[in-house]
């Protein structure tokens, strides 16, 4: 890591280990935080691709996370919490694997803070998943 920013996580003691995220990132040192705004799976061209697969979809909205935090001077490393907003959580769990496979390539085997939300609808047409996030920059 950068700098003098340390990232810690945080899991309570006698918790069972999170699978797939932290329960709790503890930033220290001198940092700036970015706030990603969320990201759909648009291509540079605001053109949604993926249509009606949420694997390909987390990936490209996924991608566009990383793509933000790498124009800000980060790398994905450096998230420290997102939000998954999704229309079907069975569609989610259906697809866990690919998603899986799609976040080792981006992220690696870095686990944010993370929390997964069904949504009615989001304001795309289309769109299945958004993510939004936050990272701690050196």
């Known amino acids: 890591m ?3 920013m340390k990232l ?3 899991e309570p003691d006698g918790w069972k280990a999170p699978k797939g995220y932290a329960n709790g990132v503890l930033v220290e040192g001198a940092s700036k935080l970015l ?9 540079a061209n605001q053109q949604l691709v993926g249509r009606g697969d949420f694997a390909a979809q987390f990936e490209q909205a996924l991608a566009n996370v990383c793509a933000v935090v790498r124009a800000a001077g980060g790398e ?3 998230l420290v919490k997102m ?11 259906a697809a866990v694997k ?10 690696g085997r870095h686990w944010p803070a993370m929390a997964l939300v069904q949504v009615a609808d989001l304001l795309e047409d289309g769109a299945l998943v958004e993510i939004e996030a936050v990272a701690a920059l050196a």
């Open 76 to 78: 994905p490393a450096h």
């Open 8 to 10: 810690t996580l945080v």
């Open 98 to 107: 690919p998603c899986g496979d799609a976040w080792k390539r981006h992220v």
């Open 2 to 4: 950068a700098g003098a």
């Open 35 to 43: 706030h990603v705004a969320g990201q759909i799976a648009w291509d």
């Open 83 to 93: 939000t998954v907003y999704v229309v079907d959580k069975r569609a989610y769990l």
